[in-house]
């Protein structure tokens, strides 16, 4: 299974960017999808999770409001919409695969519930 992220790049404080990562290997539909983040000297952590049928969404604070997660099961593919972005979102982001497709995640923010993962796309916040 492999994972493929990328959208990340340079943008200044108020701006917006879409992720999007894509999923080879095994059926899309059947996976449970999220995104973590690990900002420069900082641990690795959830930013939003998605279920494998796109009806339950789940934010971190941080972000509630500003991003949107996505998912399009046809293009076995995932987004994530990142608008209002200020400095502290800075960091790499990964994708997450889970493959338990549960239809609800309560533990959405565990890293180890995660099977799989994508390289990570770099996200550069900069006035």
């Known amino acids: 299974v492999q994972l493929q992220a990328f959208g990340g790049g340079f943008v200044q404080p108020g701006g917006s960017l879409r992720l999007s990562c894509t999923v080879s290997?095994?059926?899309?539909?059947?996976?449970?999808m999220a995104w973590f983040r690990r900002a420069p000297g900082k641990e690795r952590v959830s930013v939003a999770a998605i279920n494998w049928t796109g009806r339950y969404a789940y934010y971190s604070d941080a972000v509630r409001g500003r991003f949107t997660i996505s998912r399009d099961n046809a293009k076995n593919t995932v987004y994530l919409q990142m608008d209002s972005l200020n400095p502290e979102d800075t960091a790499v982001y990964y994708c997450a695969a889970d493959k338990n497709g549960y239809s609800t995640m309560p533990a959405w923010t565990v890293a180890r519930e995660y099977d799989y993962w994508g390289q990570g796309t770099e996200v550069t916040v900069s006035s």
């Open positions: 290997g095994r059926t899309f539909s059947n996976l449970n």
